[in-house]
Structures are given as C-alpha cells and as structure tokens.
C-alpha cells in the first residue's frame, strides 16, 4: 500500500484469511488463492470509495489494516462470497480438501 509521508509500504489486511498464493500446499489452494486475488482485486477497483484504517503492526512489522468498500467492511464481502474465513490470528486451517 502506498502511505503519504511514507511512500510504499507492506500490510496485511486483517479480519480474513485467504488461501496461500506464493507458498500452497496443494494444487487447490493454488487455485482458490488465484480466485481470491481476482475478486479482491475486482472489489477494489468497482468501489467507489476505499478506506484504510491501520490496526498495528504484525511480528514481520507489516502494518495491520482494516480495509471498508463503500463503507462495509472488506472482510465482510470476501467471506460472503467464499473467498475467504473469518480469521482474528492464531493457527490458520489449511485450504487443501
């Protein structure tokens, strides 16, 4: 994310987990996290306002983000539309069938 004063910066968006992209454990994985990263990807760019709250900063020192799409909560929309779960930190379930 780029930040003003700061220039580019890492974050993780918090209130989801999404199937991993750079490290599955299976070929399904593989493909739900292309899924995930498009639908993503598509929520943000039909938005017409994105919103940026920073929660903190995880143990890699990436900054912690709240992310809202017109308002409601992105978290939200990517659980509802199964492309993500529910996830306050802790151990992660695999994706893997």
Do not use: Q
């Not at 994310?1 to 994985?29: H, I, K, Q, V």
């Not at 709250?53 to 539309?81: C, H, K, N, Q, S």
Request: with cysteine; net charge positive; aromatic share 8%.
């Amino acid at each position: 994310m780029w930040c003003p004063g700061r220039g580019n910066s890492t974050a993780r968006l918090t209130g989801f987990d999404t199937p991993e992209l750079f490290s599955p454990a299976c070929a399904s994985e593989l493909a739900a996290a292309v899924r995930a990263k498009w639908a993503l990807r598509l929520m943000l760019l039909g938005a017409g306002e994105v919103r940026l709250v920073r929660e903190g900063t995880d143990r890699y020192g990436r900054a912690l983000v709240a992310a809202f799409v017109d308002g409601a909560p992105l978290a939200r929309g990517m659980i509802a539309a199964g492309h993500a779960r529910a996830y306050a930190g802790g151990p992660r379930e695999g994706w893997c069938a």
